[in-house]
């Protein structure tokens, strides 16, 4: 009894800290309506710099309460400045921008915060005077948890206060209903949306700052706490204080008694809670049909045109990548066959965003649990390399069936998040399955057949499957299916009124861009040799995405042209430093702010100039 | 023959009676026409009868079969077509691709994998394109096409599904004037030759009164007159709805 | 003859790629009531929102108080003086009355009258009695008071008004229209737009009359009720 108790208490103080930060999201966002997911990177750093203070200052409560306010007051201005350099420019965009946008930030704010701070993890001092526990009915309980648990409701109460009782919540909160309408009445809606990226920011900061005497700092938190806090938006309805706080109790207690019944598998607990009552209640807890309008996908007004003589220039490529074996060294060779996978995983993520307008934020997915269908096949089987690649795409289209039964009931933002929470589900089975899996080890030793097993031999085999199954997805492109898709983007409105059930397609398109893409991760499998929860994260997804946008996502050659770029940028910046991540946040900053149409929109646009 | 007969139907949007109890009967032959002040209902009402809108009560029936409750498509295939109020047309295909695909889920070919669409039912596209004056423009995107234009390719995609009722939501609202009454000679036209049943809104009285064979006038949600032109026109109620009662 | 407080020339807007306004042109003078008629859909709502700033694209000449508004975002405009008031009513529904009123608060401003809560609580009496009542709990009357009065706390000196009688009962026009009486007693400008003859006739000054997106007819009030001409060709059924 008394044990429970605990528990839950325990549930309440990480629900404290998952309000802090989320309500700061939640705010942003009905505000601004874009998901920030640059908002951990703030949680991050708030941590790192109230770590930093609070080993300087932080001796008596005073330095160290001090700290912790310092600390969310710096995250609060670097928030207003990215709201002023980038946020500003992204309002009217496609959520595919805002969302890579800002996760171009998270990667920047890694490695800054690595190159500041060091990789290692950081002990921070325990908060003077609240070290010790007290006992609650015979069991221990921190001192200092118990002050989180009383920080939750109180910060709920001043944020009721700020927007319930001064002008500037008041004005927050009529633009949050009707932007052009607050701007009509003579508030800048610039300077207020600055205000609100600061409180939201400093709120991050502050959930960062007040980890310090809890846990290890680390380069990990950022992501760890940003999906945790979409989860915790989405359930309590985007937008939505109160929803934020519901939310974040009812997850707290979800894990902090998950742990209990289920330690191998809380994470998908979370996200299966998340996908259950975005099915049952589609806009959260308290959120309401009008809190997330289906932002404006980019107005297509170019057709899909195949170009002129495309089947011949495709045969030209094929044969010039079929003879490369002839004239390429290994290493060449193992670039070229990871391009080629690479290339069929963007198609597959461009069939649901160029023909759908469906942005998946989680096609890794697809990926990851082809690579892993294949090494289990081998691992747990001995099943040799043609059966195990034939699984792949097997796994993963039926991963993608089930999921996409979900996914394709929400569109716009709302489908971008049900895609992530997919694929964190799959990526901590994964990642806590350790007797299956391996977890964070992996699977070594998936090694291709005796056949197979030359560089040139595997690479032909690549090309292969790969051509093939691009040449699948470029016919269904341009056949009636690929227009129906197009159809239900352009106008779901008109589809429906000429007989196109939307969903249908849409769903049978998920499975499609799952089943190519698993194919893709079971030849990545066997050319790297070893599979790893990596392939699945939210990383690898984002640079299917950067593959794509980099293309271009109005043309069907553009992934493909993606995809070579992306890797070879991606070997090149590698070995030349080590600050990968800094670089390609950089660059998909850059190219969502400056390459909207990505590089073969971008060429064909300057030919048309010329 | 074919007869849409709709039977007191009503909506609510949070306590606020939309539309209160309309009737009438649309018959093949007839250009319906249904006038009114602004948010008199007349869009709520277009939404009710091609399943976008769900009634809160009343009956639209065609040809003794009920529609309410069923989906927009499915009322579609039924026979009853629809255009939009703002245009609402396949952005990122061409003039001809958007009639295709029409014909094409008109003969349920739309889950194809492998046949290029673009090759299917074209002659057919075409045919309908040159009978709106489109033809010349099949091959144009749809997208950049001038407004008058677009609502023209939204009819032929309209007549591709071979419907027997006809619903157009303001059909020549931001076109010219010219365009307007060519736009509804046209239809009046399309409606002689296949017997059509037709019921548009429109703002424009010459449109109207030019062409419709009937004309209902809403206010308010409630049907205030029905008649022919000239009856309609001479109702005192329906100039005090237009030029104002009291003040 | 002064400067008249607006002067609107050559006024074009699109709504994507439709052209709605084509070259409309009016002036407000001070203390000036204008009617801008019109059948639905000629262009009347577009048109001032167009003169706010609220259009995604437009171009004209437009100089309010000796100042070009072409290129000002709405909230510059506002803060000049111009009040804006939505036909669809738009009223924050989260928010009490008090605090819809406070949105819209401004600083004093010269040469035009300035407004306190009390002073339009006594203006409309009605919203005086639901001040801490939120917006989703009104009838659609008592909405357009409150988007009116919440306009006016930015003092303006020139008011927008976008059909103020649509969809109001009788006795509720009745109110409307004596509030828009009041206003102009007290100094301010108004262009406001109508389709009700009955009403434009009760309150304004002069009128416009467009169509189409076009300015057809221009004239003063007893001008347009004696023209049945233009009435016949551009109001009535």
Known sequence: MSFLLVQALSGLATAATLFLVSSGLTIVFGVTRIVNFAHGSFYMVGAYAGWSLIERFGGTPAGFWGSVAAAALMMGVLGAAMEIGLLRRLYRSPELFQLLGTFGVVLVVQDLTAWAWGPEDLLGRRAPGLKGSVDILDQPFPLYDLVLIGLGPLVLGLLWLLFNRTRWGTLVRAATQDREMTSALGVDPARLFTGVLFLGCALAGLGGALQVPREAVTLHMDMAIVVEAFVVVVVGGMGSLTGAFLASLLIGQLQAFGILVFPQITLVIVFLFMAVVLVLRPHGLLGRADEAPPTAPAAVTVPLSAGPHAGAWALALLAVLAAAPLVAGDYALILLTEVVILALFAASLHLLIGLGGLVSFGHAAWFGLGAYGSALLVKHLGAPMPLALAGAPLLAGLGALVAGWFCVRRSGLYFAMLTLAFAQIVWSIAFQWYAVTGGDNGILGVWPSAWAAGKAAYYWLTLGLSGGALWLLRRAAFAPFGYALRAGRDSGLRAESVGIDVRRFQWMAFVLAGTAAGLAGGLYAFAKGSVFPTLLAVPQSVDALVMVLMGGIQTVAGPLAGAVAFHLLEAKVMSMTDWWRLALGLIIVALVLVFPKGIVGFLSGFRRRR | MSELVVRDLQRSFGGVQAVGGVSFTLRSGNLLALIGPNGAGKSTCFNLLNGQLRPDSGSVKLDGMELVGLPPRRIWALGVGRTFQITATFASMTVAENVQMVLLSRARRLFGLWRPAAAQFREPALALLERVGMGSQADRPCGVLAYGDVKRVELAMALASEPTVLLMDEPTAGMAPAERLALMALTAELVRERGLAVLFTEHDMDAVFGHATRVLVLDRGRLIAEGSPDQVRANPRVQSVYLGGEA | ?237
């Open chain 3, 1 to 237: 003859m002064s400067e008249p407080l607006l002067t609107v020339d050559g006024l074009q807007a699109w709504y994507g790629r439709a052209h709605i306004l084509d070259g409309i042109a009016l002036t407000v003078g001070r203390g000036e009531v204008v009617a801008l008629m019109g059948r639905n859909g000629a262009g009347k709502t577009t048109t001032l929102k167009a003169i706010m700033g609220l259009v995604e694209r437009r171009a004209a000449s437009l100089r309010f108080d000796g100042r070009d508004l072409s290129a000002l975002p709405a909230h510059r405009i506002a803060r000049l003086g111009v009040g804006y008031v939505p036909e669809d009513r738009r009223i924050f529904a989260d928010l009490t009355v008090e605090e819809n009123l406070e949105v819209g608060r401004q600083p004093p401003r010269p040469g035009a009258p300035t407004w306190t809560p009390e002073k339009l609580f006594a203006l409309f009496p009605n919203l005086a009695e639901m001040r801490g009542r939120r917006g989703t709990r009104m009838s659609g009357g008592e909405q357009q008071m409150l988007t009116l009065a919440r306009t006016l706390m930015g003092n303006p000196s020139l008011l927008l008004l976008d059909e103020p009688s649509e969809g109001l009962a009788p006795l509720i026009v009745k109110q409307m229209a004596d509030a828009v009486r009041r206003l102009k007693a007290e100094g301010l400008s108004v262009l406001l737009s109508e389709q009700s003859l009955s009403f434009a006739s009760a309150v304004a000054d002069r009128a416009c009359v467009i169509e189409t997106g076009r300015l057809r007819w221009t004239g003063t009030m007893a001008e347009l009720l004696k023209d049945d001409g233009v009435r016949a060709a551009y109001l009535a059924v």
